[in-house]
């Protein structure tokens, strides 16, 4: 965080609903070119990138996004985001060695396809509101821990820790 | 019959009317309104706010009667859709009333308000039966020889944190 009452954030307008990721989750970012299929059976995993020899399996958050929301756009996701392991939890860890990504050893980074118009904002942390207090527990734990209410437009917090494993994607 | 008699008769037929205590019927405000094309009642005091318009953002992984959130004052609001809830098919509606909830941020969608009644205790019963809609219900107020449901919020709140739990 940039300070006590402000956060820089990667901010993704999907019209009136919009995602906002901690900038602290994500040090780089790439222009998504050549990107490799891969198999793994999870709808959100099936790609990889080369960055400096370097491979770097894909997980598909605008798709995912595209999904749990219902959203119809041709916005594309060009931009990837680099995530070191180092910024993942265990849990999250273990869950990609178990399932989608059995190779995961031979990475150290993952990477997030995000909407190509995302932007960086500061925000006010006052501006974040935590989820109505039957819903909260549900939408945390699938990784959206706050919400970001605007006039014209609803906005999530992700938590790409918990979004990764707390959306499955099987097929 | 003597005059006496009938003399008796009236003052002891005053007397009684004397005795008999005149109890003060007590009066309670219900807010009533429509849901697809039934009325429906809460106690005024359990409504904080009528909203004539106001946008409804999608929110996932909740049960389909939960329509989003609306947005007040930057404060995010669940809305629910009892007509879903009652009869799995959702309303065009475009106002929202905003609950007292004190532990939490609630609205119902509907699709209009009627009016605030006044109704004597007299007309404020509980229900009989016990289908599966009337869970819901706290009771019923007699508007105009019309029986409208008071919708018992208490019991509504509780199914959203069971499916919630559930899903």
Request: aromatic letters at 10%.
């Amino acid at each position: 965080m940039s300070g006590h009452d402000s956060v820089h954030v990667l901010y993704s307008d999907y019209g009136a609903t919009h995602f906002l990721i901690n900038r602290d989750q994500c040090p780089a970012s790439v222009y998504a070119e050549e990107v490799i299929p891969m198999e793994t059976g999870h709808r959100f995993f099936n790609e990889k990138l080369i960055v400096n020899n370097e491979t770097v399996p894909l997980f598909n958050l605008h798709n995912l996004l595209l999904k749990l929301f219902r959203f119809k756009t041709d916005v594309k996701s060009q931009l990837v985001i680099l995530t070191p392991f180092t910024l993942l939890s265990e849990e999250t860890l273990s869950y990609l060695k178990e399932g989608p990504l059995p190779e995961l050893e031979n990475c150290r980074r993952i990477g997030v396809r995000v909407s190509s118009e995302t932007i960086i904002k500061q925000i006010s942390l006052d501006e974040l509101k935590p989820h109505s207090r039957r819903l909260r527990s549900r939408l945390k734990k699938s990784g959206f821990p706050a919400v970001h209410p605007m006039e014209g437009s609803m906005g999530y917090l992700i938590d790409l820790d918990r979004i990764i494993a707390g959306n499955k994607g099987k097929r | 019959m003597e005059n006496d008699e009938i003399l008796n008769q009236i003052e002891s037929g005053k007397s009684e009317e004397h005795d008999v205590e005149v109890k003060e019927e007590s009066f309670y405000r219900y807010l009533v309104f429509w849901i697809g094309d039934q009325k429906f009642a809460l106690p005024a005091e359990d409504v904080q706010e009528i909203l004539t318009y106001n946008e409804i953002y999608f929110v996932p992984f909740v049960p389909p009667y939960i329509r989003g959130y609306a947005n007040r004052h930057g404060q995010p609001y669940t809305v629910f859709d009892l007509l879903m809830l009652f009869e799995n098919n959702g309303i065009e509606g475009s106002h929202l009333l905003i609950l007292k909830v004190p532990d939490d941020q609630i609205a119902l969608l509907i699709s209009d308000v009627d009016e605030i009644v006044k109704v004597p205790d007299s007309k404020i019963y509980s229900l009989t039966s016990h289908d599966e809609t009337s869970q819901y219900f706290s009771g019923a107020i007699n508007v105009e020889e019309t029986e409208i449901f008071i919708l018992g919020v208490a019991k509504i709140l509780e199914r959203l944190e069971l499916d919630i739990e559930r899903s």
